[in-house]
């Protein structure tokens, strides 16, 4: 079984900083890619920043530059550091591991942390 596991949420009025990270655990062979979705109130999922095992990063537009993606694949966790946040921020963010392998089981498979609330004030 394989569980990725937040940290890092939390209240932060607008400008401030906060750190996500998220680990992955269970018997994983290995995996591609991780990165971070977020959901406001209302509206769908959406990819925040991902980054594979070689190192590549992408961002939703809306974060680029105020946001950045790190991964420690030998860890097996993912860090997102967002700095200048805004109110629209506003969101659960949610941590994703792309094309799992775990060991004695064939292909490759999704995963989804529970989540944790990230709030701006304003």
């Known amino acids: 079984q394989v569980q990725l596991v937040e940290s890092g949420g939390g209240v932060v009025q607008a400008g401030g900083s906060l750190r996500l990270s998220c680990s992955a655990s269970?018997?994983?062979?290995?995996?591609?890619?991780m990165g971070w979705f977020r959901q406001a109130p209302g509206q769908a999922r959406v990819q925040v920043a991902v980054i594979n095992s070689e190192g590549l990063t992408t961002y939703d537009n809306s974060v680029k530059g105020r946001f950045t993606i790190s991964g420690d694949y030998a860890n097996k966790t993912v860090y997102l550091q967002m700095n200048t946040l805004r109110p629209d921020d506003t969101a659960v963010y949610y941590c994703?591991?792309?094309?799992?392998?775990?060991?004695?089981?064939?292909?490759?498979?999704?995963?989804w942390g529970k989540g944790t609330q990230v709030t701006v004030s304003s």
């Open positions: 269970g018997n994983i062979f290995s995996l591609h890619t």
């Open positions: 994703n591991a792309a094309h799992v392998v775990q060991i004695g089981v064939s292909g490759g498979r999704t995963y």
